[in-house]
C-alpha cells in the first residue's frame, strides 16, 4: 500500500534506538524525509546514517534534549515547517511514590507531557496553514492499564492523553489529526535493561524472569519495534485522517478488557 506521505517532512524524537528508531526508519522507507533528534551524538549519527542506506526519503540527525528549550530552540533553529511529529521519550523510573519528591514529578512532567506539548505547539499552526499533518505520541500502555511502580509515568502520561483528547477535536477540520500509539512490551534495550534490573532484585537470571512473563503473555512473544513503526507510519499515511484523537494500544492483547 502506498502511505502517499512521500516527500513529507517529518521530526522524530528519541530516534536513535528502539521504537522511536523504528518510527523513523518506517518512515524513511516511505519516502519520507526525516530529521532525527536523541540527546546523544554519537549514536544518533549511527541511526542518520543507517537510515541513510535504506534508500527513500533523506534522514538528518540533530543532537539536542528536546524536555528543555534549549534544545527545542536548536531544533526549531534548523526548521519549523514539519508535516509530522512523532513525540518520544523513555519514561521516569519507577518506585515507590511515597519516596518521590516533588522535583522527581516535575521532571516526569517535563519530560512526558509538558515537552510533547511544547512541540506540537511549534509545529501544528503550520500543519493547519498547509493542510496537512499528522502527529504521534509514542506514550505507554501504562497510561491504559497504569502500574502500581510506573507512578510518575501513569501521572505524566495521561496528562498529555487528556491534553491531546481536547486539541484533537478542534485540528482535524484542518486535515491534522493527533494521536497515540501505546505500547507495551517490545523488544528494545531499554525492556533487556529493565528485565536485568528487576531480576537482580529478585535474586534470578534474567532469562528466567523473561520466561515467566512470556508464559503469562497472551502472544507468549513481545512486540517487534518495526511492527509499531508501521504502524506509527500508517497513521501518518494520507489513509488515517479520519483516525483522531485516539489512544491505539499495542500490547499482544494484554489489557484484559472489551474496550
Not at 532484585?201 to 502472544?219: F, V
Request: proline share 4%; aromatic share 6%.
Amino acid at each position: 500500500m502506498d502511505l502517499g506521505i512521500a516527500g513529507k517532512k517529518a521530526l522524530v524524537c528519541g530516534a536513535s534506538a528502539g521504537l522511536g528508531y523504528a518510527c523513523a526508519q518506517a518512515l524513511v522507507s516511505e519516502g519520507v524525509d526525516v530529521l532525527i533528534v536523541a540527546r546523544t551524538e554519537a549514536p544518533l549519527q549511527a541511526a542518520a546514517e543507517q537510515l541513510h542506506a535504506l534508500g527513500g526519503g533523506q534522514a538528518q540527525a540533530l543532537a539536542a534534549d528536546v524536555t528543555s528549550a534549549e534544545g527545542r530552540d536548536r531544533i526549531f533553529a534548523h526548521s519549523r515547517d514539519f508535516d509530522i511529529l512523532i513525540t518520544n521519550a523513555g519514561g521516569p523510573p519507577p518506585g515507590d511514590f511515597r519516596q518521590w519528591q516533588r522535583q522527581d514529578w516535575l521532571a516526569a512532567i517535563d519530560a512526558n507531557m509538558l515537552a510533547p506539548i511544547e512541540l506540537i505547539k511549534a509545529t501544528v499552526e503550520g500543519m493547519r496553514a498547509r493542510g496537512f499533518g499528522r502527529i504521534v505520541n509514542i506514550t505507554s500502555s501504562a497510561v491504559k492499564s497504569p502500574i502500581d511502580q510506573l507512578g510518575l509515568s501513569n501521572g505524566a502520561r495521561a496528562g498529555l492523553t487528556g491534553f491531546v483528547a481536547g486539541l484533537a477535536r478542534s485540528t482535524v477540520a484542518d486535515g491534522v489529526t493527533i494521536n497515540n500509539l501505546l505500547p507495551g512490551t517490545f523488544e528494545t534495550a531499554r525492556l533487556a535493561s529493565n528485565f536485568e534490573a528487576a531480576a537482580k532484585r529478585q535474586g534470578m537470571d534474567a532469562p528466567q524472569l523473561i520466561a515467566q512473563r512470556l508464559a503469562r503473555h497472551p502472544a507468549h512473544r513481545f512486540g517487534r519495534p518495526d511492527e509499531l513503526g508501521r504502524t506509527c507510519a500508517f497513521l501518518c499515511s494520507v489513509h488515517a485522517g479520519y483516525i483522531n484523537g485516539q489512544n491505539i494500544l499495542m500490547d499482544g492483547g494484554s489489557f484484559p478488557g472489551s474496550f
